[in-house]
């Protein structure tokens, strides 16, 4: 079925669950992409997903043909995330306060096993460098700085999504930059010797 966004959603409201289909496939790639952004795992990713696009199909009234469908799925997929982030923050609060002071063990995934023992060693820093500075952005930044610099959502885009003016948006934007250049910063030290 070959029909534009709109077409497939007022197909889906007229009962339609070929219509829904298509919008499904067409978009939940780059719905993964961003929800993988979002919660830094697989599992949390693929419940993330699969929860927008149930919210989306029991709200399909509530669709502005006007807007863009993948802005309002980016919607209600930053709204999941971010109570899904709220959640492990609470989560993880709660087990550091009840934790009996051994440390957790973090695994590494290792994408490629060409390069060499340093540069992978590098690698591996870096990703857990920018995962921890990731979780250290508030839920809002986080959301912000990912639909702006790894989607590539406009500033309204992003203010839809979140819900926010212009401004906000911005200022999530520019906090996260300034936070995740912190955090990056000592790290560009040690990346010159390497390359």
Avoid at 76 to 99: C, E, P, V
Avoid at 151 to 167: D, F, H, M, R, V
Wanted: hydrophobic share 40%; charged share 30%.
């Amino acid at each position: 079925m070959d029909v534009s966004d709109a077409a497939a959603v007022a197909l889906a409201r007229a009962g339609d669950g070929d219509a829904f289909r298509v919008l499904v496939d067409r978009h939940s790639r780059k719905l993964f992409r961003l929800a993988f952004r979002l919660a830094g795992n697989e599992e949390d990713a693929e419940d993330i997903v699969q929860e927008t696009f149930l919210r989306a199909y029991r709200h399909l009234d509530k669709f502005d043909e006007r807007a863009l469908f993948t802005s309002w799925l980016f919607r209600i997929a930053s709204n999941y995330s971010l109570d899904l982030l709220r959640m492990r923050k609470m989560r993880t609060a709660q087990s550091l306060s009840s934790d009996d002071g051994e440390g957790h063990p973090m695994t590494e995934k290792i994408a490629s096993e060409e390069p060499g023992p340093e540069r992978l060693m590098f690698s591996g820093q870096m990703r857990e460098r920018i995962a921890g500075a990731m979780e250290d952005l508030t839920p809002q930044e986080r959301v912000a700085f990912t639909l702006r610099h790894f989607e590539g959502c406009t500033i309204e885009e992003i203010g839809e999504a979140l819900k926010i003016s212009a401004n906000a948006t911005k200022h999530a934007v520019f906090r996260a930059v300034q936070k995740m250049r912190k955090a990056l910063h000592p790290m560009e030290g040690e990346k010159a010797w390497r390359t």
